[in-house]
């Protein structure tokens, strides 16, 4: 009777604390860092370096995240990396597997796990856009063959070291990247937020301090420069994998393939060969430059009016939505904004010039039938259109262009 006893009280006295016998703040960091862990595997490994190819990790990093990720969310890293290079190479059509603006927002916040799987289990698409990822032994006869085994042991170990409240952290770290990565990026991050480069995709920055998920929250950077290891691009943004990357650097573990081009000024010259190629390169940044342009434009008609004591609501709304739009991509602007633009370019000159323009210098890089002799004479017209103007901000911009190189 005593044996049972003295067994009992052992029992409650696990189920209660565990093996660690820790203190409610001490399984709160022991949560936090296991799931930044798991975060860091998902942006720094299965992400950045297998699906994009932007750097290349060592065997230590790369064996210790494959580890991890079997334990704490069962992902294959071939599935991953199919499904989410689909996603690239689709994205906002039909056949992007998880986009909110043709599936709805809802229905990647709710079910966004679902949607993973089932293109997860399209074997044409893990054929397709699978190439490239592990199939070493461990790969084919653990991870791949056991996904679900390692997300069980997990378990097993959470319980063994703090009792029943083990299952509490278990849940919350199989919850993590489902919500954070599946809802929060793949979700919001196409949905809202604040926009760098026109990208031609929806993708948003979902914050310029990106740590919380290890920098993914940059998105429409990412999407802007797929290839990147690096997803800050602004001064004011912070991307917390990166320092991580750069970390593993310093330490042997990784080789950083690619990061954001940087435009680089020299003398002002005649446009050429050079110039293009380095305004092929750079072009989200000089369209997000000219984009300032076109909001300066209309910021100073909008003052003009204010300054006049211009009493016309139809015409104030009117540019206040082109400060908004104008500068996107045609294809991005709302349906029911082109009466706006269309009256605010009416009603200004400036700002017609500026947006017809800007279409013309997209075509650089928009046409892909035409020689690059031809573009250069394209861009040398385009130039000399441009600094005969007679806008400032044109012939400034102008100017740029012709001292851009690589």
Known sequence: ???????????????????????????????????????????????????????????????????????????????????????????????????????????????????????????????????????????????????????????????????????????????????????????????????????????????????????????????????????SVKPYEFDIGWGYIRLFEMLGWAKVRKTVPKLVQGEVKPADKETLEAIIANRYELMAAYGRNLKSACAAELARMKEQKEQNAAKWAQFKAAQRWLHRDVENIPADQHPHMAGARADSPVLDKLVTMREELRQLWTRTNVSAEQLVADLQAWCRRAEESGIAELRSFSMNLRAARI
């Open 1 to 231: 009777m005593d044996l049972l006893t003295t067994v009992r009280d052992a029992l409650v006295q696990w189920l209660g604390s565990g093996l660690a016998d820790a203190s409610a703040w001490q399984i709160v960091a022991y949560t936090l860092v296991m799931t930044h862990f798991t975060i860091l595997g998902v942006t720094i490994f299965l992400h950045r370096a297998q699906a994009h190819r932007a750097l290349d990790l060592g065997p230590i990093p790369s064996h210790f995240f494959r580890f991890w990720l079997w334990l704490t969310t069962g992902m294959v890293t071939k599935e991953f990396v199919a499904v989410h290079r689909k996603h690239h190479a689709k994205c906002e059509t039909e056949d992007d597997p998880h986009s909110p603006q043709t599936r709805g927002l809802k229905a990647l916040l709710l079910t966004g796990v679902e949607l993973y799987r089932a293109e997860a289990g399209n074997e044409e698409t893990l054929k397709k856009f699978g190439v490239g990822t592990p199939d070493d032994w461990i790969e084919r006869n653990l991870y791949s063959r056991y996904s679900w085994q390692g997300v069980g042991l997990m378990m097993i170990i959470n319980l063994a070291l703090f009792g029943s409240i083990g299952l509490t952290i278990w849940a919350i770290q199989m919850a993590w990247i489902p919500v954070w990565a599946t809802g929060v990026i793949n979700g919001i991050g196409h949905y809202w937020g604040y926009r760098n480069f026109e990208a031609p995709d929806a993708s948003r920055n979902v914050s310029p301090w990106a740590f919380w998920i290890g920098g993914e929250e940059l998105h429409n950077n990412h999407h802007t420069y797929p290839t990147s290891a690096k997803f």
